[in-house]
């Protein structure tokens, strides 16, 4: 059986589902306004246990999903929401083995699932101009990942202006304000078939994104589609079974083309 252990992430989820994220320490604790918990309490035993405040409010405790992570992880750029995430993932037909180039790594939430979606045997690019967001996205991924996958990420603090060193890569996907200013640049690493996905907040970046393919790539990238997720919970109460009164509209848009030959 696995058991917590000292500097191990520990997810505890009081009464109302409000979930708080902690690192486990020996002789320290988790306070807030109704107990302390401490974390003595969870090391050595297995996840999934109930355990009581000191104010006798209970909490489940488990292992953080890498959902549960990033929601809760340091940000330097918003991240991109994890249905967007999902979807990017089977969009772009993300497999173990991928080499994929990532072009916007913000706060390092999509390089994650990235990582876990290619395996070992794949390779992940990842660029981001802006240092205070690398460094960001750098610290988030040790954290959580430790030393997993250092084999498998190219992290790199680097404007996508001044080209891309690596090739050839089976996808890409950029998050980036301007994706169509860089696209010469990305299908020259791509391979033919290879997937492109960009991903943009506003309908007048994807015109703007339409517009420059439609002039000037239509002969070389075929377009998959234009795709938004909305995202809405069912709560069941006694006999009540209803959609729940908040749910998770909007975040963004995600554009899919293939590379032709």
Known sequence: MDYFKENDFALLIDSKKRKYLVTLKKDNQ??????????????GKPEGIKISSSMGEKFYVFRPT??????KMKRGAQIIYPKDISRILTLLDIFPGAYVFEAGTGSGALTMYLLRAVGPTGKVVSYEKRSDFYEVAKKNMEKFFKNEYENVLVLKNKDLCEGIEESPFDRAVLDMTEPWLFLDKVMESMKPGGLIGCYLTTVLQIYSLMEEIEKNFSDRLYKIGIFELLERNWEKEGLSLRPALRMVAHTGFIVIFRKLA
């Open 30 to 43: 988790f306070s807030y306004h109704k107990g302390i918990i401490p974390f003595n309490d969870i090391i």
């Open 66 to 71: 890498l959902e549960d992570y990033i929601m």
